[in-house]
């Protein structure tokens, strides 16, 4: 039961995103509160969410890529934060990082769920 529930978030990381929102909105956060903690809970499981769509849809493993563009970008971040301000301050800064990584990896999520879709169905109209 446990793997279908795991399963299904991985696939679906919206779900995750959902049911986050709500028990933050009803633990009495703020709209913002609830929104961001929600991205940061979901941005963890995109992390597997993107190369595994990858991979159960095309057959190809980019997680490693997935990792080093991650780690790539922080190393800009971090580099940029400390030619500006001088002093890094970590938490701001990985929050900075975390939630661009939200951005990123949902944005290739849809775009890689619509790209199989759009491929699935010329599929099944093509034969």
């Known amino acids: 039961m446990i793997q279908y529930i795991v399963s ?10 959902f049911i ?3 028990i933050w ?3 009495k956060k703020t709209n913002i509160q609830s929104i961001g903690t929600a991205a940061d809970v979901t941005t ?3 992390f597997f969410s993107v190369p595994l769509s990858i991979a159960s849809l095309w057959g190809e493993n980019y997680s490693g890529i997935v990792f080093i563009v991650a780690i790539f970008i922080a190393i800009i971040f971090t580099y940029i934060d400390w030619r500006t301000k001088k002093e890094i ?3 701001s ?7 661009l990584f939200f951005i ?9 769920w619509f790209v199989g879709l ?10």
């Open 93 to 99: 800064l990985f929050k900075k990082i975390w939630r």
């Open 8 to 17: 299904t978030i991985i696939f679906f990381p919206i779900i995750l995103f």
């Open 118 to 127: 759009i491929q699935s169905i010329m599929n099944l109209v093509l034969i």
């Open 89 to 91: 301050k970590i938490l």
């Open 25 to 27: 909105r009803k633990r």
């Open 20 to 22: 986050t929102y709500v």
């Open 44 to 46: 963890f499981v995109l």
């Open 104 to 112: 990123l990896l949902t944005i290739s999520y849809i775009v890689i």
